[in-house]
Nanobody
Framework: QVQLVESGGGLVQAGGSLTLSCAASRLTFNNLVMGWFRRAPGKDREFVGHISPSGGRPYYADSVKGRFTISRDNAKNTVYLQINSLKPEDTAVYYC????????????WGQGTQVTVSS
């Protein structure tokens, strides 16, 4: 069974930084686009960004561009989301997801990790 397991969430003060990790198992990680999403309390799930199988050309939603950085280590089957200059509005459950290159549908999802930013 494919597994995506996020970690690294927690309680952080505004202005701080955090790096989330997503470890993948039982899938061909090197062939998959890895995405990050978040769901804030009372809001719909929001796309944060994605990274190509090779690790090049990360793409970000306009709302996070400049503060969020997505990277991956294919040797470790892990994708990362670094968040800088955290704001209270970044408070959300963050999810990683995986999809094939030729589809826009994310097939595999992690269980999420909570990020809470205090003001």
């Amino acid at each position: 069974q494919v597994q995506l397991v996020e970690s690294g969430g927690g309680l952080v003060q505004a202005g701080g930084s955090l790096t989330l990790s997503c470890a993948a198992s039982r899938l061909t990680f090197n062939n998959l686009v890895m995405g990050w999403f978040r769901r804030a309390p009372g809001k719909d799930r929001e796309f944060v960004g994605h990274i190509s199988p090779s690790g090049g050309r990360p793409y970000y939603a306009d709302s996070v561009k400049g503060r969020f950085t997505i990277s991956r280590d294919n040797a470790k089957n892990t994708v990362y989301l670094q968040i800088n200059s955290l704001k209270p509005e970044d408070t959300a459950v963050y999810y990683c997801a995986a999809r094939g290159v030729f589809t826009s549908t994310y097939t595999y999802w992690g269980q999420g990790t909570q990020v809470t930013v205090s003001s």
